[in-house]
T-cell receptor
Framework: DGGITQSPKYLFRKEGQNVTLSCEQN?????MYWYRQDPGQGLRLIYY???????QKGDIAEGYSVSREKKESFPLTVTSAQKNPTAFYLC??????????????FGPGTRLLVL | GQSLEQPSEVTAVEGAIVQINCTYQ??????LSWYQQHDGGAPTFLSY????GLEETGRFSSFLSRSDSYGYLLLQELQMKDSASYFC??????????????FGTGTRLLVSP
């Protein structure tokens, strides 16, 4: 079955620590995205990637970093510079063509908590 | 820029019909999408309107009026499992070669017996 997987489901971060959230897709999609969701809020875009070895900052990129070395994988690192990292992190993908508007497919999410 | 407004919460009873509205402001427009998200879960795509009018998919329908910058999601024969948050979304017109979506803050639907 095609889909998007994220791991871990829950992640605990100590102060000053960098943590990496995994996102893998087998949908053969070119575009991938990372969103942050805070309680009762909408989705805010952190980073996005249109193609392998290319990525762009979204609306709230400070304190985060990404890489896109493989089409299937788009890991997100939450660095110690992100002072308020507690949130629900969602990874998504889409075909990546420039049509009117594409459907984005989301992974199950990772909930990050600060110790 | 672009912004979307939705009511924060809507309540209804099983079997009823509910309408969730979305008004948007955007300098360019490629259509309006709707996503459903259950608590703790992933958003899933429900519908998309590029042109004016009503799109029907089973119990769910979505309507768009581009002249009014307005759309709504209509849920019929409500079931308890429809309790979730519903987000409208538009494509960011500034990124013409890329599919960046801007999401509303979501409407929480509570369905009671």
């Amino acid at each position: 079955d095609g889909g998007i997987t994220q791991s871990p489901k829950y992640l605990f971060r100590k102060e000053g620590q960098n943590v990496t959230l995994s996102c893998e897709q087998n949908l053969n999609h070119d575009a991938m995205y990372w969103y942050r969701q805070d309680p009762g809020q909408g989705l805010r875009l952190i980073y996005y990637s249109q193609i392998v070895n290319d990525f762009q900052k979204g609306d709230i990129a400070e304190g985060y970093s990404v890489s896109r070395e493989k089409k299937e994988s788009f890991p997100l690192t939450v660095t110690s510079a992100q002072k308020n990292p507690t949130a629900f992190y969602l990874c998504a993908s889409s075909r990546g063509t420039s049509g009117n508007q594409e459907t984005q497919y989301f992974g199950p999410g990772t909930r990050l908590l600060v110790l | 820029g672009q912004s979307l407004e939705q009511p924060s919460e809507v309540t209804a009873v099983e079997g009823a019909i509910v309408q969730i509205n979305c008004t948007y402001q955007t300098s360019g427009f490629y259509g309006l999408s709707w996503y459903q998200q259950h608590d703790g879960g992933a958003p899933t795509f429900l519908s998309y309107n590029a042109l004016d009018g009503l799109e029907e998919t089973g119990r769910f329908s979505s309507f768009l009026s581009r002249s009014d910058s307005y759309g709504y999601l209509l849920l019929q024969e409500l079931q308890m499992k429809d309790s979730a948050s519903y987000f409208c979304a538009v494509r960011d017109p500034l990124n013409t070669g890329f599919q960046k979506l801007v999401f509303g803050t979501g409407t929480r639907l509570l369905v009671s017996p």
